[in-house]
């Protein structure tokens, strides 16, 4: 009872990663929309995005890991991943609006690079931006609440209102990579193999061997005449 118990919790994991999968094969397989040619307004959760990021304002967020041994921890690792802030055009110019990009760390330089060409440009001190781009293949993904706090702080409290206004409730994450997905689908059949053979598993029994003694006669024993 308790294997099978485990073949239900392996299969259950198996199940898990082969739905992790099957979404992201199904978002890549979509057609894909220039998120600079389509209205931001129009963006859904699950669609597919490309584009060539090459104006950001900043980033607003910033995510840590701590490594710990025995409960306390031992070290930390800044910026394993960024929120960064970048126009979307809606219908009009006037209905452009800001949306968050998520970016991997091995992309930081490459978005800081955009992010000072961009307020060179804000600032004047040069006519032209878009030397440097990030191109960009992602899902559009429904904004965790986290992120909005931290985008308001980054916008200013005191302009809570206009920030509402002016913002997209979603954020691109960059699809999973092939080999990623060649990874994740190998875990699941191998959780779903190894699940299905523990729970379906039938212990070998062998029948119980009767080892009684024979009856004797004693009706034939000499000392019964």
């Known amino acids: 009872m308790q294997r099978k118990l485990k073949g239900i919790l392996i299969l259950i994991v198996g199940i898990v990663f082969a739905w992790i999968v ?16 389509m209205n931001c307004n129009e963006l859904e959760q699950g669609m597919h995005v490309t584009g060539n990021v090459d104006f950001v304002y900043d980033y607003y967020a910033s995510q840590t890991t701590e490594k710990k041994r025995y409960g306390v ?37 490459t978005m800081d690079d955009i992010v000072e060409e961009t307020w060179a440009y804000i600032d004047g001190e040069t006519d032209q931006f878009g030397t440097t781009v990030q191109p960009i293949n992602a899902k559009v993904w429904k904004l ?22 002016y913002f997209v409730p979603y954020k691109l994450i960059p699809v999973m990579e092939k080999d990623m997905l060649i990874v994740f689908g190998v875990i ?16 070998k029994r062998t029948e119980p061997v009767n080892v009684s003694p024979e009856p004797v006669d004693v009706s034939s024993d000499p000392w019964n005449e």
Do not use: C
Request: proline fraction near 2%; glycine fraction near 4%.
């Open 22 to 37: 099957f979404r992201e094969v199904k978002i890549i397989m979509s057609p894909a929309q220039d998120v600079y040619e």
């Open 73 to 109: 921890t031992v070290s930390t690792e800044n910026d394993t991943k960024r929120w960064y802030i970048f126009p979307a055009y809606g219908a009009t110019e006037e209905e452009t609006k800001l949306l968050t990009l998520e970016v991997s760390k091995a992309n930081y330089g």
């Open 144 to 165: 965790d609440s986290d992120l909005y706090e931290l985008y308001y702080d980054w916008y200013g409290a005191e302009n809570r209102e206009q920030a509402e206004e």
């Open 188 to 203: 699941s059949v191998l959780f779903i193999v190894i699940g299905l053979a523990m729970f379906l598993w039938k212990d």
